[in-house]
């Protein structure tokens, strides 16, 4: 199976920052990685497919990159409705893995 | 409408057992692939099991192979997740959605909230 090791576990950050997170493979999944985006309570959102294509309808503070084996998410100015927790997924073989996620709090 | 609509939440026993539901409208079911995400309480999103609706092939994690079984009926648009036996671990929301192509998951469904308690 193949590994998602997603860093930090956890961030605080304000109003307007950069924010970077990582998701590493255990192994090369070509540009198979989506980022999810999940606000308590609510159903996970697709923000970010196929490593780097913005999803219709999400701001484009949001950025994704990366292929192989190392992907980032960027939030190029982070919002209040910004905080959350984040999920990468590798869909490049099965079974499926999801990263253990990032919770982006405020500072 | 492009939609999922899971069957709703369910307070069974130990040792019961239970099939929720995913139904597909608004767009062609047969085509793509659905799969089953279980999210514990507190903590992160894991990847169950994926079927295609159109000749039922189904993958599932190790991790849940021979725990749970999914299925479809294509001809009522739906896909099943169902457990035999239940246990107070399989405490869990659990949602289906949809695979767009060679992407992973567009739409989800709203979830489907499972507690097994005594």
């Known amino acids: 199976d193949i590994q998602m090791t997603q860093s930090p576990s956890a961030m605080s950050a304000s109003v307007g920052d950069r924010v970077t997170i990582t998701c590493r493979a255990s192994?090369?999944?070509?540009?198979?990685l989506a980022w999810f985006q999940q606000k308590p309570g609510k159903v996970p959102k697709r923000l970010i497919y196929a490593a780097s294509s913005l999803e219709s309808g999400v701001p484009s503070r949001f950025s994704g990159s990366g292929s192989g084996t190392e992907f980032t998410l960027t939030i190029s100015s982070l919002q209040p409705e910004d905080f959350a927790t984040y999920y990468c997924?590798?869909?490049?073989?099965?079974?499926?893995?999801f990263g253990q996620g990032t919770k982006v709090e405020i500072k | 409408e492009v939609q999922l609509v899971q069957s709703g939440a369910e307070v069974k026993k130990p040792g019961e057992s239970l099939k929720i539901s995913c139904k597909g409208s608004g767009y062609s079911f047969t085509s793509y692939w659905i799969g089953w995400v279980r999210q514990m309480p507190g903590k992160g999103l894991e990847w169950m099991g994926i079927?295609?609706?159109?000749?039922?092939?189904?993958r599932y994690s190790p991790s849940f192979q021979g725990q749970v079984t999914i299925s479809a009926d294509k001809s009522i648009s739906t896909v099943y997740l169902q457990w035999s036996g239940l246990k107070a671990s399989d405490t869990a929301m659990y949602y289906c959605?949809?695979?767009?192509?060679?992407?992973?998951?567009?739409?989800w469904g709203h979830g489907t909230m499972v507690t097994v308690s005594s």
């Open positions: 079927i295609y609706p159109g000749d039922s092939d189904t």
């Open positions: 959605a949809r695979r767009s192509g060679y992407d992973a998951f567009d739409m």
């Open positions: 997924l590798q869909h490049n073989s099965y079974p499926w893995t």
């Open positions: 192994q090369g999944i070509s540009n198979y």
